[in-house]
C-alpha cells in the first residue's frame, strides 16, 4: 500500500511506502476531570488587591487583569508564552474609570487584540475600547461603543467573544445564566442584538464569576464557589443547547477560595484563574496530548474517545522534507452517568422466580456477574451475564446466600470494589458487616461479627454507600428523607464507625428515597425516589463531604418502565443504570448520556488551507489528514484528504 503524501512543487503527490507509526493516547484538550494545578502562579498584588477578570493574548505572550478599586486594566508580559512563571508587569496599565464606575468586572479581546471589551459592573453594559497597536493597552481609547445588557440581566461576572467576532456572552451572578447576542458587524459591540437564547448555571454553581467559551464553540466554562466547571453545547456557539458535563470540574480552593476569571491556552491545555483572596494568577494542565512519534512512521491511526489535543514528536531535521498521514475514526464522547440524556434500552431481566422484592443490585467491575439482594427470605442471589452490562444476557446460577441469622429486612447492600467485603443494612436500623473468602464468590461469605448501629439518626434505612478507601459510610433514611455521614477510624471496619453529625435532607425531591450511588471521585452521587418514580442528580463541591452537597435540578423518571421502584445502580463506566421493579419482579436497563463525537485540537504550528482545522469524523466513518513539514516541525501544512471513508 502506499501513500500520497509527499510534497513537490507545492503539490502533495509522490507516493511513499505506509509505515505505521507510534501514537501515545492522552486524556485530550479542555479536560478538567484529569486537570492539575501545576504548582505555578503569579501575584499581582503589587498592582491591585481586587482582581475581578482575567484574559491573554492569543499567543499567550500577554496577560491582563482587570480590577475594581481604580477600575484598570494592567497588562503584564510572559517571556516564555503561556509559562506564568515567566510573567512580569510591564508597567502598561489603562483606566476605563470614566465609562465604568464601581468595577471592571470583566474583559475580553477580539481575536486579533485590536479590541478591548470591559463590563461595568453598576452600569450593566459592556464597553468597546480600539487598540492602534494590537495587545498594547498605553493604545487603547475609547471607541464610544457599548452594550447594555440590562434589559437581559445585571452584574456581569465574565464576557466572552468568538474568533470571527460575530457572538457575544456574558454572564449574570444576579440570574445565574449565560447570555448570547449577535453582532451583526463583527467585532462592533454596538451592533449586538439579544438572541432570545440563554444557559442556565444554577444547578452547577449559583456564584458564576468567569466565563471561557472554547475556539470552536463547543465547550464553555464557568467559575465560582471554588470551582471551574464545563458545559458543551450540543450546537456550536448555539448557548441555548448546553448542558453541564457531569464530572468535567475542578476545585480551586486550595489555591484560591475566591476564583473571580479564567483563560485557557488556545489548544485547551492550560487554564489560568485570577483569584481575589491571594490576589494571583494560577496556572493548571488540563489533560494531555495524544502524541504521534514522527520517527516511528508516516501513517497514525487514532480512535478517541474523548476531546483530543494532539502533539507531533520527533520530527526530521529542518531542511528535510516529509509528510504524514493521519487516519482518525469518530467516536462518541458523550460524558457518561448523564441521566438527563437517559433512554430505556429496551432491555430487562426478572428475577420473581428467585424473589419477589429485588432491594438492590450489584455488578462485579466487568460486568459479567449480578448479584441482588432480595427481602423476600434476606437471600442474596447471583446471576451471570454472558455479555457484560446486558441485563437480557443475565442467567440464575443458583448460588445464594442468606442473611437472616443476622436479622430480617435487609434492605441495602454496598459491595467492596475488590469483592472481598459485604456490607447490609436492615431496616431496623444496623449495619452488618461480611468478608467473602473467595473474591466475588458470595457462597464464600461469612459474618464478620462487626455491626454498627445508625438508629439514632436512620429510623428507616434503605441503602447505604462506603467512600473507596473505606473511611466513610453513607446511610439512607427513608422515615427522616435524609442521607447521614458517617466515619470509620479504622477503613472497612464498621465497628469503628461514628456520626459525623453530616446530613442532606433530600425531602424537596422525594419523601422516600431507596437508593444511592456515589460517582467515584465523589464528586456527584445519584438518588432513587420511591414517592416520585424518580432518580434525582446531587453535586458536592468538596467530594466526599455531604455538607457541601446539593440538588443539581437534574433528575430521570422510572414510571414509563415501573411504577414500584426499589434498586438503583449504575455500570462500572457510568454508560448504564438498572433499576429493579417490585411490581413485575423485574430489572430494567437504561443508557445514560447523550451521543457526542469527538473534538480535535491540532498543534499551533499546523496551518489549514481555510484557516481552521477541518472539523472531526462522525461516529465510525474515517477521514484520513495529511501534514507535511520540511523546517524540522516549526510549521506544518495540513490538509483532509480523505473524507468519511469507512
Not at 128 to 136: E, G, I, K, M
Not at 333 to 349: C, G, L, P, V
Not at 512 to 541: A, C, H, M, R
Amino acid at each position: 500500500m502506499s501513500l500520497d503524501i509527499s510534497y513537490s512543487g507545492g503539490v502533495f503527490s509522490a507516493p511513499q511506502a505506509k509505515s505505521v507509526g507510534t501514537v501515545t493516547a492522552g486524556t485530550g484538550s479542555y479536560n478538567l476531570a484529569s486537570a492539575s494545578y501545576d504548582s505555578v502562579s503569579f501575584s499581582v498584588a503589587s498592582q491591585t488587591t481586587s482582581p475581578r477578570d482575567m484574559t491573554m493574548s492569543s499567543d499567550g505572550t500577554k496577560l491582563y487583569v482587570s480590577t475594581q478599586t481604580g477600575r484598570t486594566i494592567y497588562e503584564y508580559d510572559l517571556s516564555t508564552a503561556w509559562d506564568l512563571s515567566t510573567a512580569s508587569y510591564n508597567s502598561v496599565s489603562f483606566g476605563v474609570n470614566t465609562q465604568i464606575s464601581t468595577a471592571a468586572s470583566a474583559l475580553v479581546f477580539s481575536y486579533d487584540g485590536t479590541k478591548l471589551y470591559v463590563a461595568g459592573r453598576s452600569e450593566n453594559a459592556v464597553y468597546q475600547y480600539d487598540l492602534t497597536t494590537a495587545w498594547d493597552i498605553s493604545t487603547a481609547s475609547y471607541a464610544s461603543k457599548s452594550l447594555d445588557h440590562s434589559t437581559e440581566a445585571d452584574a456581569a461576572r465574565g464576557i466572552s467573544i468568538s474568533q470571527d467576532g460575530t457572538k457575544f456572552y456574558f454572564v449574570s451572578l444576579s440570574t445565574d445564566a449565560i447570555y448570547q447576542y449577535t453582532l451583526s458587524t463583527a467585532n462592533d459591540i454596538s451592533t449586538a442584538s439579544y438572541d432570545s437564547k440563554s444557559l442556565s448555571t444554577s444547578s452547577v454553581d449559583a456564584s458564576p464569576q468567569g466565563l471561557f467559551v472554547s475556539p470552536d464553540g463547543k465547550l464553555v466554562f464557568i467559575c465560582g464557589s471554588q470551582q471551574v466547571h464545563r458545559f458543551s453545547l450540543s450546537t456550536a456557539f448555539d448557548i441555548s443547547t448546553g448542558s453541564f458535563d457531569t464530572g468535567q470540574e475542578i476545585n480551586t480552593g486550595t489555591e484560591d477560595t475566591s476564583p473571580t476569571g479564567l483563560y485557557f491556552k488556545s489548544d485547551g491545555s492550560k487554564m489560568y484563574v485570577v483569584g481575589d483572596t491571594g490576589n494571583s494568577v494560577y496556572q493548571y494542565s488540563t489533560g494531555t496530548a495524544t502524541t504521534l512519534d514522527l520517527s516511528t512512521g508516516n501513517y497514525f491511526s487514532h480512535t478517541p474517545s474523548v476531546n483530543t489535543l494532539f502533539a507531533f514528536s520527533n520530527p526530521p531535521a529542518s531542511g528535510t522534507a516529509a509528510g504524514f498521514a493521519l487516519a482518525l475514526t469518530g467516536a462518541n464522547a458523550a460524558e457518561t452517568y448523564d441521566i438527563a440524556n437517559a433512554s430505556y434500552d429496551s432491555k430487562s431481566f426478572a428475577f420473581g422466580s428467585q424473589d419477589l422484592a429485588g432491594t438492590n443490585i450489584q455488578f462485579t467491575p466487568d460486568g459479567t456477574k449480578m448479584i441482588l439482594l432480595g427481602i423476600t427470605a434476606d437471600d442474596f442471589f447471583e446471576y451471570s451475564l454472558s455479555t457484560a452490562w446486558d441485563i437480557s444476557t443475565a442467567s440464575y446460577t443458583s448460588n445464594s446466600f442468606n442473611l437472616s441469622s443476622q436479622a430480617t429486612n435487609m434492605y441495602g447492600a454496598f459491595f467492596r470494589s475488590d469483592g472481598t467485603k459485604i456490607y447490609v443494612v436492615s431496616t431496623g436500623g444496623v449495619v452488618y458487616q461480611y468478608s467473602m473468602s473467595t473474591a466475588w464468590d458470595i457462597t464464600t461469605a461469612s459474618y464478620d461479627s462487626a455491626s454498627f448501629s445508625v438508629l439514632s439518626q436512620a429510623g428507616s434505612p434503605r441503602d447505604l454507600w462506603f467512600k473507596p478507601d473505606g473511611t466513610k459510610m453513607y446511610v439512607v433514611d427513608a422515615y427522616l428523607d435524609s442521607i447521614y455521614q458517617y466515619t470509620l477510624s479504622t477503613a472497612w471496619d464498621v465497628s469503628s464507625a461514628s456520626y459525623d453529625s453530616v446530613s442532606l435532607s433530600v425531602s424537596s425531591q422525594d419523601t422516600t428515597p431507596i437508593s444511592i450511588y456515589f460517582k467515584p471521585d465523589g464528586t456527584s452521587f445519584w438518588l432513587q425516589g420511591f414517592e416520585n418514580n424518580s432518580v434525582f442528580e446531587y453535586g458536592l463541591t468538596t467530594a466526599w463531604d455531604l455538607s457541601t452537597a446539593s440538588y443539581s435540578s437534574i433528575s430521570f423518571s422510572t414510571s414509563t418502565q415501573t411504577s414500584f421502584p426499589f434498586g438503583m445502580t449504575f455500570g462500572a463506566d457510568g454508560t448504564k443504570m438498572y433499576i429493579s421493579d417490585n411490581t413485575g419482579d423485574v430489572i430494567y436497563q437504561y443508557s445514560t448520556g447523550s451521543t457526542s463525537t469527538a473534538t480535535f485540537t491540532y498543534p499551533s504550528s499546523v496551518k489549514f488551507p481555510s484557516g481552521i482545522a477541518p472539523a472531526g469524523p462522525a461516529i465510525d466513518e474515517t477521514d484520513v489528514l495529511v501534514f507535511y513539514t520540511d523546517d524540522g516541525g516549526t510549521t506544518y501544512q495540513g490538509f483532509k484528504a480523505g473524507d468519511a471513508m469507512a
